[in-house]
Each structure stands twice: as structure tokens, then as C-alpha cells.
């Protein structure tokens, strides 16, 4: 028969967090496992979307946003990141940070291209890179700070090397790169002439007074580094699917083709909306964010240790990945449907975000969430005992 799925397809499991989440609901239990944000979304933000909706902007946008989006972007990057961006010409909107980084890799990839990747990885990212038929090879880091030896991503290189992910603050670990940890990763991109994408979707979510700092910022990186951020997260809007790449023109350029033959344009009037959060929301709210999720971090790692459930303490992003050797099972997705059977909370297996055996003994949770479900979580973790 010559009717075939595509081959990529072999490649590409369906995601375990969508998949923790379906038995979540047939369970009726509490779902952590996917960061879907459940928290409030900022006045404004509604305010600002629904006006424009009333005001006629239900038409598609250009392909790479509204003017007043890329516009509030790029004064936001200036600030924020440090990073000097075009709105005219290097800003691509996208359906999602997602979205922004399948369209960098439809682009800037081609088969049989390596990309390094950091382990614990997120899923996504692996998928992106297997749907464009690119290779992913993995720097193992380790537990609980989430370290690495600059010399694996150095002995990681080949000749096929094409570029490396940097998502900081990460998911599932909640790892913030340090500014020496990124200064050896451009060190090492430079050498050895590789893209770097980063993944800064969490880049508000820091915690213990740490700051966030973007890799495009560092000496001769802008060139080279595909940004990819958005306000899914930020904003608790995530099913809105309002994400951004920022890069170099001629870059910019081929992603912005592959988002207007994907997407076309992400929702016209949840950019408005999201353009006026960014341009009046004043910097009380960001520092709010962080030390609200800290508070929830704090009482849900409490409550995994309390329980014999050891977490690595995140740094950064809303997600825990916690040691459950303890819990009967002899793998991840054992140990976190007992927990789903027995207390009712969901979780996702580490295999998810580790290639061999690694993950077995993990469970990551997302504790993004209001503080009435934290505190259920927490009721449910301490039964246990």
C-alpha cells in the first residue's frame, strides 16, 4: 500500500503531559502535571482584548503581529533584556513560544542537522527538532542544582553540529542558567559558528533574588541567537497562544515566512490584549509574580520533602521535579499513576524529560496554580506519610 503516515511521525510519542492530564480528568483529580496557569489573568489584559474585538480587530494581523505588539515587545526587550530589537524587521508573533520555535527550526534547521540539548529536556523541544527530522544530542546535567561541566557541551560537537537550546529558566527543572554557565555556552557557539535558541518563556518567574539574563545580550551573540519568549505564562493566558522569536533580520526574515505558511497570524485581537498588559502593567506586577510562585514553591517542596518525595528546588519556571523512588513502582509512569489512583494527583512521568533511565525516579509537578489547590496538594501529598 502506498499510503503511509509520514515516517517523521514514528518518531514523535504523543506528549505524557497531555497524557497525565486525560487521566487526570477521568480520575477527577487534581492536575499538575501540565502548566496549564490556572491563576487569574490581569484585568487589563481581558479589558484590552475584549475592546478590541468591540473595536473591529477580528481580522488577521500581518504575519508577524500588530504593529502596537511588536512595538510593546521590542521597548520591553530594551528594558528588561537588554536586547536592541526592530519591531519593523526582527520581532516574529507567533501562535505560542512554541509556535515561535517550530517556525526557527522549519527555518534555520535542515535533516540531519545535530542540536544540543540540555537533559532534563522539555519534550517539546525534542519533537520540534524529530518533526524537521534534526538530531537531538543530549548534555546531561545533574541533580539537584542542575549542573554541567562545560566540556560535555565542548565533546557533544561534531561536524554536524547546527546549534544549541538554551531554556532558562527551564522546564521541567527550574534551572536559571548562570551568566558563566552562558558565557561558556557562547563561547563554545562562537568557536564553532551554531545558532543558540533560547527558550525564555519563564524569564519573570526567578526566585532567591536571582536575575534573569538573555544569551543574545552576551559579546557576539545577537547574530547568532533565535530569543523566543511569550506571555502565555506571564499573563496566565495560555490557551491564547501568544508567543515571539527575536533575531537578526536575515533570520527573522526566513522565520516569519514559516509562520505566515503555519499559522498565518496568531489571534489578532489576544494581541491587542496582550500588547496593552505589556505596555500597563507597571514592574510591581512582575515582582509580585515571582514572589507569589516562590510562596507556592516553597509550600509544595515542603510538602514533597515532608513526605519523603525529595525535590530538587527550582530556581526558577513552576515546576518541581521531585524523587519518588520511595512510591511503589519500578518506573516513572507507575509511580505517578499511583499517586493519581491513591491521592487523586496528577503528575508527569520523568521519562518524559530524560532520554535512558535517568527519569524513573522522577515525577515533576506544576505548581501553577491558586493557592487553594497548592493547599490541597499539599493535604493529599501529606497522606502519604
Not at 495560555?238 to 515571539?244: A, D, E, H
Not at 526558577?316 to 512510591?327: E, I, K, M, W
Amino acid at each position: 500500500m502506498r499510503r503511509h503516515i509520514n515516517q517523521r511521525m514514528a518518531a514523535l510519542a504523543h506528549s505524557e503531559i497531555r497524557a497525565m492530564t486525560q487521566a487526570c480528568v477521568q480520575a477527577k483529580g487534581l492536575n499538575m502535571a501540565q502548566g496549564v496557569c490556572d491563576t487569574p489573568v490581569p484585568p487589563v489584559v481581558l479589558r484590552g482584548a475584549a475592546q478590541a474585538m468591540e473595536h473591529g480587530k477580528n481580522v488577521y494581523s500581518r504575519f508577524d503581529g500588530l504593529p502596537e505588539l511588536r512595538q510593546a515587545i521590542a521597548k520591553k526587550l530594551a528594558q528588561y533584556n537588554g536586547i536592541v530589537a526592530d519591531p519593523e524587521t526582527d520581532i516574529t508573533v507567533s501562535a505560542g513560544a512554541t509556535g515561535s520555535f517550530h517556525c526557527a527550526c522549519l527555518a534555520l534547521l535542515n535533516p540531519g542537522d545535530e542540536v544540543i540539548l540540555f537533559e532534563p529536556y522539555y519534550q517539546y523541544h525534542i519533537s520540534a527538532l524529530l518533526a524537521v527530522e534534526a538530531i537531538p544530542v543530549m548534555v546531561k546535567m545533574r541533580a539537584p542544582d542542575w549542573t554541567f561541566p562545560a566540556a560535555e557541551v565542548e565533546r557533544a560537537i561534531t561536524p554536524r553540529s547546527k546549534a544549541i537550546i538554551v531554556n532558562s529558566p527551564g522546564n521541567p527543572s527550574g534551572k536559571v542558567f548562570s551568566r558563566q554557565e552562558l558565557e561558556s555556552i557562547a563561547a563554545i557557539a562562537q568557536q564553532h559558528d551554531l545558532f543558540v535558541f533560547t527558550d525564555e518563556i519563564y524569564e519573570y518567574f526567578l526566585y532567591d533574588g536571582r536575575t534573569h539574563v538573555s544569551l543574545a545580550t552576551l559579546s557576539g551573540m545577537a547574530e547568532r541567537t533565535i530569543t523566543i519568549g511569550g506571555y502565555s505564562k506571564t499573563f496566565s493566558v495560555t490557551g491564547w497562544r501568544i508567543g515571539y522569536s527575536v533575531a537578526a533580520t536575515r533570520w527573522a526574515q526566513a522565520i516569519g515566512a514559516m509562520n505566515d505558511l503555519l499559522y498565518v497570524c496568531a489571534p489578532t485581537p489576544l494581541q491587542a490584549g496582550v500588547a496593552v498588559g505589556i505596555q500597563e502593567l507597571p514592574d510591581s506586577f512582575y515582582r509580585n509574580l515571582a514572589r507569589d510562585y516562590q510562596r507556592k514553591r516553597d509550600r509544595f517542596c515542603q510538602a514533597l520533602a515532608k513526605a519523603g518525595l525529595t525535590p530538587s528546588i527550582p530556581q526558577g519556571a513552576y515546576y518541581v521535579l521531585a524523587d519518588t523512588s520511595r512510591l511503589p513502582g519500578t518506573t516513572g509512569k507507575e509511580r505517578a499513576m499511583f499517586l493519581l489512583e491513591t491521592i487523586g494527583l496528577a503528575g508527569v512521568p520523568g521519562e518524559a524529560f530524560f532520554p535512558g533511565a535517568d527519569g524513573r525516579q522522577f515525577i515533576r509537578f506544576s505548581y501553577a496554580k491558586i493557592d487553594a489547590d497548592i493547599d490541597d496538594a499539599c493535604r493529599r501529598i501529606a497522606r502519604l506519610g
